[in-house]
């Protein structure tokens, strides 16, 4: 019976466009112990950032209507700012049952903690534009310097780089460089990475930037929220036949497979 018990906890379906998720999975993870998890990368799709809006929103819900059936999760974790700002409305709209977790710029506790005023958003292409990016600044950060900086390279970057690749400390700077103002004596103290690939880069971000900042990273954040949506089961443990990777394209790399296993995930097939 107890075994039956275990069995019936539903998982946590985590999504990205990539691998950038994963740095949310695992702190999901810490703060989640008995629940299992499903992590889905786009990857086929990927990167989100240079996609016209109509198309990449059509992507997604037909991706989700199918991936909720598959999978029943108990919630879904939206690791991915482009995606979520773009289609988090759609979605719940959608599948009204699910409960979504969304990704969104961490403007909020961004400007709550600046002490210069000045803060920038280092973010995709689609995310800067995104309306709902311009709202977060307007109901929260409307006192502050906001800096908005899209990154076309940064994603596909990060992606190469948590694989082992190396990267060029000048094509990295290049990026994050117009995120460091100064004005009137007053210099940019914090930089949202409003992307989940970013922070695997946090520590070349550190040591290239011109000067020191607080890079801030929401997953944990995120992870908490979807503690609070999903209600502690105790004395549970995950369910086994969980805990696994799927991939749109089918076919992630070596190094891919190998992060995966290093993260506790086993790859399964996405079946056409």
Known sequence: METQRRHELKPILVFDSGIGGLTVLREARLIMPERSFIYVADDAGFPYGGWAEAPLKDRILSLFAELLVRYEPEAV??????????????????????????????????????????????????????????DLIQSFASQCHVRLVGSENLARMAEAYIRGENLDDAAVLAEIE???????????????????????????????????????????????????????????????????????????????????????????????
């Open 77 to 134: 974790i939206v690791a991915c700012n482009t995606a979520f700002t773009l289609a988090g409305a759609d979605l719940r709209a959608a599948f009204p049952h699910m409960h979504f977790v969304g990704t969104v710029p961490a403007i909020k506790p961004a400007a709550e903690r600046t002490r210069s005023g000045m803060v920038s958003v280092l973010a995709t292409p689609g995310t800067v534009k995104r309306a709902y990016t311009r």
């Open 178 to 272: 117009p995120c460091f103002v100064e004005q009137e004596g007053r210099r940019t103290d914090i930089i949202v990475l409003a992307c989940t690939h970013y922070p695997f880069l946090a520590n070349v971000f550190r040591r290239l930037a011109p000067w020191p900042v607080d890079w801030l990273d929401p997953a944990e954040a995120i992870a908490r929220q979807a503690r609070r949506i999903v209600p502690l089961v105790e004395n549970e443990d995950w369910a086994h036949g969980h805990d696994f990777a799927v991939f749109t394209s089918k076919r992630p790399g070596f190094s891919t497979i190998r992060l995966l296993q290093g993260a506790g995930l086993r790859l399964e097939t996405m079946a056409s």
